[in-house]
């Protein structure tokens, strides 16, 4: 099932987002978080500290938007880019799908 | 053609959430993978502004065909903002999945960027969960 977090800046959608996640995760459900921010904050609210957070990798363009070569499968994808957070849920960095030209 | 993303979410994951802070706008130019959610939930505070924002994803959100959009209250301070956002989804006609109230451990959590540890900002907490139970419901097929 996916579920998207929108409105406008400052509402507190990173914040729900991750109580959300936490929450699904206590129930024994495989979660995944993806942050598309800039700035990504997504980190900071599942638990992550600050540096831990600064080196969450980023998804590069091409394999969210794209099939990839073949090489990398799915669980590829989690084991290389996701980042396993203190309550269970996967953390994904997509912000490079909003920077125009990137990956 | 499904991306190795799109792949990930469907073979790797129970629930998969995108916090859209880059706008739905934004995400929807970029493909489908993460623009389309079977549930949209748009979160709101009690400020006209962030009404207006809501009010312009929902005409999107159709556009894309993401069928189920719900409204979210957040930083509550009752019972006037419930008032306020209880005439919104009126006024828009879209359902809401929850009320998050005003919260100080929250403010505090955020001041100092640390996550709500136990014990702290339980009605939020509790508020989160009767969303979840929402959408749950939501998504059961109609019998």
């Known amino acids: 099932m996916k579920l998207g977090i929108v409105g406008k800046g400052g509402v507190g959608k990173t914040t729900i987002s991750a109580l959300i996640a936490q929450t699904y995760a206590a129930r024994g459900l495989r979660v995944l978080a993806v942050d598309t921010d800039s700035n990504p904050n997504l980190a900071l609210s599942l638990g992550l ?16 938007v794209g099939s990839g070569d073949g090489a990398v499968t799915p669980a ?21 799908i909003t920077q125009a030209g990137a990956g | 053609m499904r991306s190795l993303l799109g792949a990930a979410i469907e ?3 129970d629930i998969t959430l995108v916090d859209m802070e880059a706008g739905l706008e934004h995400l929807s130019r970029s493909g489908g993978t993460l623009a389309y959610a079977d549930v949209l939930l748009m979160i709101m505070e009690p400020s006209r502004k962030s009404i207006l924002t809501a009010a312009r994803t929902i005409a999107l959100a159709r556009e894309l065909g993401i069928p189920q959009v719900y409204g979210v209250g957040n930083k509550a301070r009752l019972p ?16 809401l999945a929850g009320i998050v109230p005003h919260d100080a451990d929250v403010v505090e959590a955020d001041r100092r960027g640390h996550i709500l540890i136990e014990g702290k900002g339980d ?18 097929p109609a019998t």
């Open chain 2, 80 to 95: 006037d903002d419930l008032e306020f956002f209880e005439s919104v989804a009126a006024e828009y006609a879209v359902p």
């Open chain 1, 76 to 96: 590829n994808l989690l084991a290389r880019y996701g980042v396993r957070t203190p309550s269970d849920v996967t953390l994904l960095n997509a912000m490079a």
């Open chain 2, 123 to 140: 009605p939020v907490k509790d508020a989160v969960r009767e969303i979840i139970d929402f959408v749950d419901r939501a998504l059961v």
């Open chain 1, 49 to 64: 500290d600050p540096a831990a957070a600064d080196q969450v990798p980023v998804l590069p363009r091409a394999l969210v």
């Open chain 2, 11 to 13: 073979e790797e994951a």
